[in-house]
């Protein structure tokens, strides 16, 4: 039922209409019965853990979609259903937000992120080169750009060269970053 409820979450789902759902009767005093309820629930579970299970590294990647784009969007709220992305306001949860209303920045960050996750899997040796992501981005947002990053290439593993101008992209993580160097060989 966990499961069952992050995939609702996670928008793969649909809600189960009540008669849809399995029913096990409270009190049950005749053994054979239970024996035999016993075998049919184990059947289920393990069909359900098989049906359920091949939607795992999907709903992963959807709730870590979800999981960074609503901690950059501090008064809106990203929801998942199977009509796409939806957006509310975080103070009138009634009132949607079409995706071209998003800032700037906003809408950068979302594409990214999204292709970044999303992309098509199993590239064997994938180099990510991502050119100056500051452009449009919050300054906090430059900040746990690099954390974020980390937090997706757990999912999606590739490596990336990022060039960038910003300080805050690299944001203290120094081990990281490789300075270039301008020529003072007037002939290069």
């Not at 009540?18 to 019965?33: K, R, S």
């Not at 990053?149 to 060039?163: G, H, K």
């Amino acid at each position: 039922e966990k499961e069952r409820e992050r995939l609702l979450a996670s928008g793969l789902l649909e809600a189960a209409k009540a008669e849809e759902q399995f029913q096990i009767p409270d009190i049950i005093d005749d053994e054979q019965q239970r024996l035999i309820i016993q075998h049919v629930l184990t059947i289920y579970i393990e069909d359900n853990k098989k049906k359920l299970g091949v939607y795992r590294e999907l709903a992963n990647r959807i709730e870590l979609f979800k999981n960074i784009i609503n901690e950059l969007l501090r008064y809106k709220t990203l929801f998942i259903n199977k009509n796409g992305f939806e957006f509310r306001q975080k103070t009138d949860m009634a009132l949607p937000i079409p995706p071209q209303e998003l800032s700037s920045g906003e809408q950068h960050s979302l594409v990214m992120i999204y292709n970044l996750l999303f992309r098509q899997q199993n590239k064997i040796d994938e180099l990510i080169l991502i050119d100056e992501p500051e452009i449009s981005l919050h300054i906090a947002w430059q900040k746990r750009f690099i954390s974020d990053l980390e937090r997706i290439n757990v999912l999606s593993n590739f490596d990336t060269i990022i060039a960038t101008h910003a300080p805050s992209i690299i944001n203290g993580k120094l081990d990281l970053m490789v300075g270039l160097e301008g020529s003072t060989d007037k002939d290069e």
